[in-house]
């Protein structure tokens, strides 16, 4: 991976804005003038000359310690030391906790054990939650507590902010991150309210020392679901986010929606993140979290009185290095996956053993159930803030125990018809390796739906599995096929067609360039946008409460990297999910990504997409933005301006789907013999002139994007299943080809050319858009 460093001059002024707002020097045209203040280059050498107590007094100021903050006197020290780094250790679930409660936002120290870039044990503080429930604490952790809520309640949460001043504000020289200890609380995937203050509203700040108290009212209808939370505050996700703070937030299915397989199924709350202890920059503009924390000026993640700093990142699960799980041979599990990290991606699957086999079923996507589930997948993707729900179960191929595991890899090592045995032997030994690495890196995206993302898979053997002997016959050998009743605001959008005026293109602009823009038309016209370098810029554009919209998201139009977009930036969406609409088949691996499937947050390797939202029920600013943190932190977020009458929502989804429900009396499912609604027929439809085949297929399943047409013969049937004629025909390696240009003539691909591209647009050109099939 290609790393760059941010230039010393910027570092060393954002060390002494540091040193002037902690009162150590006094800063006299331009430079310090205090004995006391550090010269410039001792503060870029070693991260500063304060001890790690003097630093730790600076972030929390003088308070005694109790695990959540309280006041007994003397230097606040964290309640325990979480031995993170300590391979193997038994697996653990993360605390479970109903509303009503204080969630506390507080520091915990961390330790890795040696081999660290300064040597020896490195141990340092940072952000993590604790909670308190009436006499019931919970100690500062990572990753915080589980919220467990049920549809129609309204969860009340007082956020407390221990953490302590000084907390510098954005200076001049301000890459995007400051007030390190200012925060607030966002329910990252909840569709509720985004104003009101007291709701899911990211435009509060809770300073230090303060409290507030949230009351955000789950709908009746709400679809139950695994979300998570974090802190939102601008300028500061990143660094409190990515250093630790964040937890589970389960929405619990009502009684009698789910198949009694999966209603009685055994739950385990899996919270992968990361620890990136590093002083870099990577290729795609993410700084290394010690690295945030100095750009922050805050005063964490240091260790023997300089920054943090060891070369690799280690991925963790529920704040635990490589734990080990016992499961039983046989028995089905149901995972309820987050990825709580600000970076990289995980490409995950089930670990090659000849002792064990493991099946993995998809049954949700960020929160929302499949529109037929579960769905049988070998390799499940995660961008930052994704969520997967899947139901698991590993078999010995003997006789129990045995054991089995999760591993992130950029490549699966199989044997393929043209490897020899010395070639698939090299495979399973570099994958054998991953399990037995202190420290392990990040390779570049390999083939299928992440070819051509610009963030690396982080590869690391997560978590294993010793598989026993069942305590009791099982008799499930397998799982029924179901469809979910789902709420109105999250029926099939596929084949709705949306007029042109509720029609948008939003551009995600490439590094270093963090901002949004947005045109009022799928293709064509000028599309506007900015940073949004404080809370108070204003919309990209004006939207109706209760009706459906359709966003192409893509790259800059025009630009020679117009497919970068989704490549470069997860896109994630706050208060409404979307529906994907087009995707294009990238090959490989294409079972995890389908066009009709739900999200909130979506990154894939085409760097385009076509997407229908419903603005279901609230009104106010729907917040957008780039799911890795710092570009979030450094203004790549937007929001739309929702207007109307509160509660409005589309009653035509009624037409589409005359069960969806508004309140708990709807809920249930239905047990498919086969399967009928994930795949539309493929078929050949005509774009608009200068449009491209993810606006023609909109209403028709999405674009396939790959166009089995090599030969003439294959061409001219397609002519004629279309009913066009063409004037001439000639041969194009052009990735608009198979088109009709100006005057009718038409362009065959040639046979040996790369498959067509979904997105490209050449003007006045009328593409043939294969259509469905994904």
Same mark, same amino acid.
């Given at each position: 991976m290609r790393l760059v460093s941010i230039t010393r001059a910027a570092m060393v002024a954002r060390c002494l804005q540091v040193a002037v707002a902690m009162g150590l020097c006094m800063p006299s045209g331009g430079n310090c003038v205090s004995d006391a203040c550090p010269s410039p280059q001792d503060v870029v050498a070693d991260g500063g000359p304060l001890s790690d107590e003097a630093a730790a007094l600076l972030q929390h100021g003088i308070r005694g310690s109790d695990g959540l903050g309280g006041s007994s006197?003397?230097?606040? =020290?964290?309640?325990? #030391? /979480?031995?993170w780094l300590t391979k193997g250790l038994p697996f653990k679930e993360p605390p479970k906790i109903r509303s009503p409660f204080t969630l506390t936002m507080s520091t915990v120290q961390l330790c890795a054990p040696g081999k660290g870039a300064l040597g020896g044990e490195q141990c340092w503080f940072t952000r993590a939650y604790g909670a308190t429930h009436g006499r019931i604490k919970v100690a500062p952790s990572v990753p915080g507590p589980t919220i467990f809520v049920k549809p129609g309640e309204t969860p009340e949460i007082t956020l407390q902010n221990d953490l302590r001043w000084p907390d510098p504000e954005c200076g001049a020289l301000n890459l995007g991150f400051c007030r390190a200890n200012t925060t607030n609380l966002h329910t990252h995937g909840l569709h509720v309210s985004a104003q009101y203050n007291f709701q899911d509203d990211v435009f509060v700040h809770v300073m230090p020392g303060e409290h507030h108290t949230y009351k955000i009212d789950l709908p009746a209808y709400h679809m139950g679901g695994t979300h998570w939370y974090h802190p939102h505050s601008h300028h500061s996700a990143a660094v409190q986010a990515g250093g630790g703070s964040f937890g589970a937030i389960i929405v619990e299915d009502p009684k009698g929606a789910l198949p009694k397989e999966f209603e009685d199924m055994e739950e385990k709350v899996v919270m992968i993140s990361l620890i990136d202890g590093s002083l870099i920059i990577n290729a795609n503009g993410v700084f290394g979290q010690p690295l945030l924390e100095r750009m922050a000026m805050g005063h964490l993640w240091r260790s023997h009185g300089r920054s943090v700093n060891f070369p690799d990142i280690a991925v963790l699960v529920n704040g635990l290095y490589k734990p080990k799980m016992t499961i039983e041979d046989n028995k089905w @599990?149901? %995972? #309820? /996956?987050? @990825?709580? +990290?600000?970076?990289?991606?995980?490409? $995950? %699957?089930?670990?090659?053993?000849?002792?064990?086999?493991c099946e993995m079923q998809l049954l949700a996507k960020d929160g929302v159930y499949l529109h037929e589930?579960?769905?049988f997948v070998d390799r499940l993707y995660f961008a930052s803030g994704n969520r997967v729900? $899947?139901?698991?179960?590993?078999?010995?191929?003997g006789k129990p125990p045995c054991s089995s595991h999760l591993v992130s890899a950029a490549r699966r090592p199989e044997a393929t018809p043209d490897e020899t045995r010395a070639e698939v032997n090299r495979d399973l030994d570099a994958?054998?390796?991953?399990?037995e690495a202190e420290h392990h890196r990040a390779a570049a995206p390999g083939t299928g739906p992440l070819a051509g993302i610009e963030e690396a898979i982080c590869e690391q053997d997560l978590l294993h599995f010793h598989i026993t002997a069942p305590a009791a016959a099982n008799h499930t050998v397998s799982l029924p096929l179901f469809a979910v009743h789902r709420p109105c605001n999250l029926v099939d959008l596929r084949r709705v067609p949306? &007029?042109?005026?509720? =029609?948008?293109?939003?551009?995600?602009?490439?590094?270093?360039?963090?901002?949004? !823009? @947005? +045109?009022? =038309?799928?293709?064509?016209?000028? +599309? !506007?946008?900015? !940073? /949004?370098?404080?809370m108070n810029e204003g919309p990209l554009a004006r939207l109706n409460v209760g009706e459906v919209y359709q966003w192409y998201l893509r790259g800059p139009e025009g630009s020679e990297n117009d497919r970068n977009g989704i490549s470069i930036h997860p896109f994630h969406m706050h208060v409404n999910h979307f529906q994907i609409v087009s995707l294009e088949d990238l090959g490989g691996d294409s079972n995890f990504y389908k066009v009709g499937d739900w999200a909130d947050t979506l990154m894939h390797g085409s760097g385009q997409a076509m997407i229908k939202s419903q603005t279901d029920a609230f009104i106010g600013s729907q917040i957008f933005h780039c799911h890795l943190l710092d570009h979030e932190d450094t203004g790549m977020m937007a929001h739309f301006k929702v207007g109307g009458k509160e509660g409005a929502w589309w009653h035509a989804a009624r037409l589409i789907d005359p069960k969806c429900y508004r309140d708990l009396h709807g809920v249930g499912f239905k047990i498919l013999h086969h399967p009928f609604h994930l795949k539309v027929q493929p078929r050949f439809v005509l774009s608009k002139p200068g449009s491209n085949c993810h606006a023609a297929c909109a209403d028709h399943g999405g674009c396939q994007g790959r166009l089995p047409l090599g030969t003439g013969e294959e061409f001219h049937s397609v002519l004629r299943t279309m009913g066009v004629a063409c004037s001439s025909?000639?041969?194009?390696?052009?990735?608009? +080809? &198979?088109?009709m240009l100006h005057g009718g003539a038409c362009v065959q691909r040639k046979a040996a050319a790369a498959t067509g591209h979904c997105g490209t647009i050449a003007k006045g050109v009328i593409r043939f858009c294969r259509c469905g099939g994904m």
């Amino acid at each position: 991976m290609r790393l760059v460093s941010i230039t010393r001059a910027a570092m060393v002024a954002r060390c002494l804005q540091v040193a002037v707002a902690m009162g150590l020097c006094m800063p006299s045209g331009g430079n310090c003038v205090s004995d006391a203040c550090p010269s410039p280059q001792d503060v870029v050498a070693d991260g500063g000359p304060l001890s790690d107590e003097a630093a730790a007094l600076l972030q929390h100021g003088i308070r005694g310690s109790d695990g959540l903050g309280g006041s007994s006197g003397g230097s606040r =020290q964290a309640s325990e #030391r /979480m031995g993170w780094l300590t391979k193997g250790l038994p697996f653990k679930e993360p605390p479970k906790i109903r509303s009503p409660f204080t969630l506390t936002m507080s520091t915990v120290q961390l330790c890795a054990p040696g081999k660290g870039a300064l040597g020896g044990e490195q141990c340092w503080f940072t952000r993590a939650y604790g909670a308190t429930h009436g006499r019931i604490k919970v100690a500062p952790s990572v990753p915080g507590p589980t919220i467990f809520v049920k549809p129609g309640e309204t969860p009340e949460i007082t956020l407390q902010n221990d953490l302590r001043w000084p907390d510098p504000e954005c200076g001049a020289l301000n890459l995007g991150f400051c007030r390190a200890n200012t925060t607030n609380l966002h329910t990252h995937g909840l569709h509720v309210s985004a104003q009101y203050n007291f709701q899911d509203d990211v435009f509060v700040h809770v300073m230090p020392g303060e409290h507030h108290t949230y009351k955000i009212d789950l709908p009746a209808y709400h679809m139950g679901g695994t979300h998570w939370y974090h802190p939102h505050s601008h300028h500061s996700a990143a660094v409190q986010a990515g250093g630790g703070s964040f937890g589970a937030i389960i929405v619990e299915d009502p009684k009698g929606a789910l198949p009694k397989e999966f209603e009685d199924m055994e739950e385990k709350v899996v919270m992968i993140s990361l620890i990136d202890g590093s002083l870099i920059i990577n290729a795609n503009g993410v700084f290394g979290q010690p690295l945030l924390e100095r750009m922050a000026m805050g005063h964490l993640w240091r260790s023997h009185g300089r920054s943090v700093n060891f070369p690799d990142i280690a991925v963790l699960v529920n704040g635990l290095y490589k734990p080990k799980m016992t499961i039983e041979d046989n028995k089905w @599990y149901r %995972f #309820r /996956m987050v @990825y709580a +990290a600000v970076e990289l991606v995980l490409s $995950i %699957f089930s670990g090659f053993s000849e002792h064990s086999t493991c099946e993995m079923q998809l049954l949700a996507k960020d929160g929302v159930y499949l529109h037929e589930a579960p769905r049988f997948v070998d390799r499940l993707y995660f961008a930052s803030g994704n969520r997967v729900d $899947i139901a698991i179960r590993c078999k010995c191929v003997g006789k129990p125990p045995c054991s089995s595991h999760l591993v992130s890899a950029a490549r699966r090592p199989e044997a393929t018809p043209d490897e020899t045995r010395a070639e698939v032997n090299r495979d399973l030994d570099a994958f054998e390796k991953l399990g037995e690495a202190e420290h392990h890196r990040a390779a570049a995206p390999g083939t299928g739906p992440l070819a051509g993302i610009e963030e690396a898979i982080c590869e690391q053997d997560l978590l294993h599995f010793h598989i026993t002997a069942p305590a009791a016959a099982n008799h499930t050998v397998s799982l029924p096929l179901f469809a979910v009743h789902r709420p109105c605001n999250l029926v099939d959008l596929r084949r709705v067609p949306v &007029p042109p005026p509720n =029609q948008g293109r939003i551009e995600l602009m490439n590094p270093i360039d963090f901002r949004f !823009q @947005y +045109a009022h =038309q799928l293709t064509g016209g000028e +599309a !506007q946008g900015w !940073q /949004m370098k404080s809370m108070n810029e204003g919309p990209l554009a004006r939207l109706n409460v209760g009706e459906v919209y359709q966003w192409y998201l893509r790259g800059p139009e025009g630009s020679e990297n117009d497919r970068n977009g989704i490549s470069i930036h997860p896109f994630h969406m706050h208060v409404n999910h979307f529906q994907i609409v087009s995707l294009e088949d990238l090959g490989g691996d294409s079972n995890f990504y389908k066009v009709g499937d739900w999200a909130d947050t979506l990154m894939h390797g085409s760097g385009q997409a076509m997407i229908k939202s419903q603005t279901d029920a609230f009104i106010g600013s729907q917040i957008f933005h780039c799911h890795l943190l710092d570009h979030e932190d450094t203004g790549m977020m937007a929001h739309f301006k929702v207007g109307g009458k509160e509660g409005a929502w589309w009653h035509a989804a009624r037409l589409i789907d005359p069960k969806c429900y508004r309140d708990l009396h709807g809920v249930g499912f239905k047990i498919l013999h086969h399967p009928f609604h994930l795949k539309v027929q493929p078929r050949f439809v005509l774009s608009k002139p200068g449009s491209n085949c993810h606006a023609a297929c909109a209403d028709h399943g999405g674009c396939q994007g790959r166009l089995p047409l090599g030969t003439g013969e294959e061409f001219h049937s397609v002519l004629r299943t279309m009913g066009v004629a063409c004037s001439s025909v000639t041969e194009s390696a052009d990735e608009h +080809a &198979p088109s009709m240009l100006h005057g009718g003539a038409c362009v065959q691909r040639k046979a040996a050319a790369a498959t067509g591209h979904c997105g490209t647009i050449a003007k006045g050109v009328i593409r043939f858009c294969r259509c469905g099939g994904m």
